[in-house]
Each structure stands twice: as structure tokens, then as C-alpha cells.
């Protein structure tokens, strides 16, 4: 019977620990806070940037919501991030993104203090990472790595193949597997056609943003599939990977929606009350 890997459930699981390690660190006169930048009109992003604060709250975090202007210059941006590097009482810093065309992306976020980079995307974080050594590690990242956990897959010795390269999952996950004895074979986000060489994976994360892409045709009986998809199909929000066609060979599948995606905000969560702990220390 095929697993079905919940996100929904284990992130409140998740969460209702944090929140009793939030409140041991408030006997000890430590909040864990997380400074959330934002430079001018985000659109719908601006609905992250509020679910993340809310989220903090929840487990009796504190989040402080930085607005910057449209017209912010880098180096005053760059400013602010390096006054919350040195601000005892912040313990980690997030830059929501897309930034303005003015700003560089990488330059800003490279900013970051390692030990504050909660959402595990910096140049260091990232060689820190490929180098198998303590790091902060993408919010997807460790989502995906959870859920695999959660269906009892074996890393050592067993083949993952990731459809979808990015900074934020794909290539995290790929270091993260390796770290822990997987083989790994990482595919760019932009596929003409699904790589017949998929059908060898003993688990498959697919994070291309094309709706059902995946069949069960193109797996290996018994695959474990973290699908990262969200596109919109005839109004219903569905992920990369056909869930109800994969039913009929993989051992467990994450549901879209409910499965990766109530888990992002959960594992920057943890990420967050890491840090106020490493911090304090």
C-alpha cells in the first residue's frame, strides 16, 4: 500500500516541539527572533513575508518585519543587514524575494551572517554544505529530506535523482543526499522530456513547474516521490508528478497541495530556533 507522506500533520508535529523549546529558551530570557526584509512591492509575495511572521508567533517566536522601499539603494540595504549581523537580540535574517532590478540578489543575501542565515542560501551556507560540515540548510531542502525520512527511506547506498536544479531545493537536497551515502544525479529545471534514466531512482524529487509531468511509466516500482510541484491544472492546484497515476507503483508520495509546501515555513521555524540556541550557547 502506497504511503501517503502528509505535510500537513508532521508539520504540526514539528511545530508543537518547537513551540515547548521556544518556551524553555523564554525561561532563559532568549526569544528567538527572525528579521524578515522586504524592498518594495513583493505582489503576492508580500502573503510569505505574513505567514512567516504569523508562523513565528505560533510557536511564541518573534518576527520583526523590515519594509525598505522600491527605491532603496544596495548599499542601504546592504547597510541594515550588517546592523541586524550585530544585533545580539536577532537570530536570524531573511531577505524576501524577488528584490528590485536596481539590487543584486546574491550580492544582498551574501550580506547575511552565516550564523543568521536561517533560510540556508548564502555563498557560504551553501560551500559549507557541499563540504559536509554543520550549516544552515534551505527550508525545501530539509522539508524534502524530512518526508523521505518519514516513509523509512535508506540514503546509504540507494539512488536519488532530482529533477529541478535550484539554490533552494534541488541542489541542497543533492548535497544533503550525498552527505548521507545516497548516489545522486541532479537534472536541470528546464527538461524538453522526462530522462529515461529516472526510471533507476529509489526515491525522485521533481521540482520543474510542469503540471503531471511525471508518470508512473517513467518510475521504478517501489520509488518514494517528494513532488515540489504547484501549478494550477482546470482550477485545482496539482504538483509535478500525476499522484493518483503514481499510486499504482511508488511506496509513498507526498499529496499536492499538503504535502512539501506545509512544511517550508515549519522548517525555517526550526532553522530560526537553531540559531537562538547556537547563539546563545
Known sequence: MVKILDGRER??????????????LREKG???????????DLGGAANYVKRKAEACLGIGAEAKVITL????????????????????????????LPLPKNINEQKAIDQIAV?????????????????????????GALAALDLAKQSSFN?????????????????????????LGAKVRLHPKDLAS??????????L????????????VHIKPGAVIIDAGNNYLEGKVVGDVDF????????????????????????LLSNLVKAAKQLNS
Open 11 to 24: 508539520s504540526k508535529e514539528i511545530r508543537s516541539e518547537l513551540s515547548k523549546q521556544v518556551a524553555k
Open 30 to 40: 532568549i526569544v528567538p527572533t527572525i528579521a524578515l526584509i522586504h524592498v518594495g
Open 69 to 96: 522601499s522600491e527605491q532603496t539603494e544596495q548599499s542601504a540595504l546592504h547597510e541594515m543587514i550588517r546592523s541586524l549581523n550585530e544585533d545580539p537580540k536577532v537570530h536570524g535574517i531573511l531577505i524576501q
Open 115 to 139: 550564523e543568521k542565515d536561517v533560510d540556508g542560501i548564502t555563498s557560504s551556507s551553501l560551500g559549507l554544505l557541499l563540504a559536509g560540515r554543520e550549516c544552515f540548510v534551505s527550508a
Open 155 to 179: 540514503f546509504d547506498g540507494n539512488t536519488i535523482h532530482i529533477l529541478g536544479d535550484s539554490v533552494i531545493l534541488g541542489r541542497p537536497f543533492a548535497a544533503l543526499s550525498l552527505n
Open 194 to 203: 522526462v530522462p529515461s534514466c529516472v526510471s533507476e531512482a529509489d526515491l
Open 205 to 216: 524529487l521533481v521540482d520543474v513547474a510542469k503540471p503531471k509531468l511525471i508518470k508512473s
Open 244 to 267: 493518483d497515476d503514481m499510486l499504482k507503483r511508488a511506496s509513498a508520495i507526498t499529496p499536492v497541495p499538503g504535502g512539501l509546501g506545509p512544511m517550508l515555513i515549519t522548517m
